[in-house]
């Protein structure tokens, strides 16, 4: 009996993983670098977003240097991001602890951890967190109730950024969860050697727990720092940037520049600005951390 031998069409299996990958370079070209190359080259004309743009050279850049707004809005945005993006790290990663813990309906409980991830800063997450922080809110309520005068939120600076780094802070679902994960991913018989040894969980902790998440703990530090100092939605739609722009980040003047104001040459200049300023953020952590030195050895 003769064996049969299956034949391909000519050219499927040759090509078959250019084919399974084209969606992705499309999506990329369009999506991605095109964007990219274009923000550069409107950051050097003149342009309001209607009529054809004019090249003007570093004139966006240099205007940079004499835009005070600009720089309140970059300090605004690094006192944001100092603040913020430590906190957010202790929290989640107390919150990972908690979840780790092998108690009944533990899946339950991580899932609720999780829904202020998943609703984000939605219309009514910020009508709900305008109305906690009034005058006659339920945070001044409560403060109350312990004899603490009320606090007018709105119209102080710090209380008005408190506000916002208090919405982020409730939404650090994500990087629970990639602490998580690494946590249960450490083998338990390091915990059970520690203990024999004499080491209480809190020496555990310092001995064993942290230095096994590092790594992640920079992932998540990188993670957060970008997002940071990216961030428009939560001052944007709760302070408008007030009281008097102590809340006014660049990814908001980077907006009214676009929409309100017309001008999408400058408005595109100062992304660049900002992408430069977190990348040159993101490589001083690396070079703090001594992960290139790691990766080399």
Not at 121 to 127: E, T
Not at 187 to 215: H, Q, W
């Amino acid at each position: 009996m003769k064996k049969r031998v299956y034949q391909n069409p000519v050219g499927v299996g040759k090509y078959t993983g250019l084919m399974l990958i084209i969606p992705f370079i499309l999506g990329f070209l369009l999506f991605t670098l095109y964007p990219f190359l274009s923000s550069f080259i409107l950051g050097i004309t003149d342009y309001d977003g209607i009529h054809v743009p004019v090249f003007s050279g570093i004139d966006n850049y240099a205007s940079m240097l004499k835009n005070r707004e600009l720089r309140n809005a970059a300090l605004v945005t690094i006192k944001y991001t100092v603040i913020l993006v430590p906190l957010k790290l202790i929290v989640s990663l107390a919150a990972a602890l908690l979840l780790n813990l092998e108690l009944k309906f533990m899946g339950i409980y991580r899932t609720i951890f999780y829904i202020p991830s998943i609703l984000g800063s939605n219309l009514a997450i910020v009508i709900m967190w305008q109305f906690l922080f009034t005058s006659n809110g339920l945070a001044n309520q409560l403060f109350g109730l312990i004899g603490i005068e009320p606090i007018g939120w709105y119209g102080d600076s710090n209380g008005a950024m408190a506000i916002i780094i208090l919405l982020r802070l409730w939404e650090f679902g994500s990087a629970m969860i990639i602490f998580l994960n690494a946590l249960r991913d450490i083998p338990r018989e390091y915990y059970e050697a520690a203990k024999v040894d004499g080491c209480g969980k809190v020496r555990s902790f310092f001995s064993i727990t942290l230095p096994l998440l590092k790594n992640v703990i920079f992932l998540n530090l990188i993670l957060q720092l970008i997002s940071a100092m990216q961030e428009f939605n939560a001052p944007y739609m709760i302070t408008g940037g007030g009281p008097m722009k102590s809340t006014y980040t660049v990814g908001m003047l980077i907006y009214d520049e676009m929409f309100r104001y017309r001008n999408a040459g400058y408005a595109n200049a100062v992304s660049w600005v900002l992408f430069m300023l977190i990348t040159a953020a993101v490589i001083l952590l690396f070079a703090l951390t001594g992960r290139n030195r790691e990766e080399r050895v």
